[in-house]
Nanobody
Framework: QVQLVESGGGLVQAGDSLRLSCAASGRAISSYGIGWFRQAPGKEREFVAAINWSGGSTKYADSVKGRFTVSRDNAKNAVHLQMNSLKPQDTAVYYC??????????????????WGQGTQVTVSS
């Protein structure tokens, strides 16, 4: 099975950018569709972005469309989430998740089999 570790979170100001990474071990990340989700304090976890196993299909939540970009770097066994024009409402713990060989960019968290521990993103106003 695959193990996932997120990195790249931190404290930034509104309007800044961050790039999150989801690094895989145990198996090649190229075999998995990857989703990004986030959970803000007191709120349920929500979908952010997803990419299918081939990288040919992506999906974004309306709240991040046009600001966030998900991409694959299979050579480095990682998936990235580039976050631009960050807003205070983007503050949350961000998680990546993997689903084996899915050819769709899956927004439903119940369809993912493996999860990372999360990385904190805090955006100050």
């Amino acid at each position: 099975q695959v193990q996932l570790v997120e990195s790249g979170g931190g404290l930034v100001q509104a309007g800044d950018s961050l790039r999150l990474s989801c690094a895989a071990s145990g198996r090649a990340i190229s075999s998995y569709g990857i989703g990004w989700f986030r959970q803000a304090p007191g709120k349920e976890r929500e979908f952010v972005a997803a990419i299918n196993w081939s990288g040919g299909s992506t999906k974004y939540a309306d709240s991040v469309k046009g600001r966030f970009t998900v991409s694959r770097d299979n050579a480095k066994n990682a998936v990235h989430l580039q976050m631009n024009s960050l807003k205070p409402q983007d503050t949350a713990v961000y998680y990546c998740a993997a689903r084996y060989y899915t050819n769709v960019a899956e927004p439903s968290e119940s369809r993912y089999n493996y999860w990372g521990q999360g990385t904190q993103v805090t955006v100050s106003s």
